[in-house]
Nanobody, 127 residues
Framework: EVQLVESGGGLVQAGGSLRLSCAAS????????IGWFRQAPGKEREGVSC????????YYADSVKGRFTISVDNAKNTVYLQMDRLKPEDPGVYYC????????????????????WGQGTQVTVSS
């Protein structure tokens, strides 16, 4: 059974940092890419970042490039999203999801390529 557990969300002031974790089980990390998405109230869910654990390839939305860093601990089957210099436009529920594709370039933003979704973790940024 595939399980994804996101954690690390919370309330932070603008300019602050949070580190999100996505603990995954039930599938082989090497065969997947893992994406982070976020959804703000009244908005579509959007891709934030993605990593391919087998080769370390990473992808970022332009809005977070240079501020967010995605990483993976293969031994723990956990993907992290380090979020620095948080802005008022960053809040939302952050989700992680696995995509059965190790060539995520060009497709990682598309929700339909992802098989499962976690429950999400809430990120709130105060100005």
């Amino acid at each position: 059974e595939v399980q994804l557990v996101e954690s690390g969300g919370g309330l932070v002031q603008a300019g602050g940092s949070l580190r999100l974790s996505c603990a995954a089980s039930g599938f082989t990390f090497d065969d997947y890419s893992i994406g982070w998405f976020r959804q703000a109230p009244g908005k579509e869910r959007e891709g934030v970042s993605c990593i391919t654990p087998s080769d370390g390839s990473t992808y970022y939305a332009d809005s977070v490039k240079g501020r967010f860093t995605i990483s993976v601990d293969n031994a723990k089957n956990t993907v992290y999203l380090q979020m620095d210099r948080l802005k008022p436009e960053d809040p939302g529920v952050y989700y992680c999801a696995p995509a059965p594709d190790t060539n995520a370039a060009g497709i990682w933003r598309h929700q339909h390529v992802y098989d499962y979704w976690g429950q999400g973790t809430q990120v709130t940024v105060s100005s």
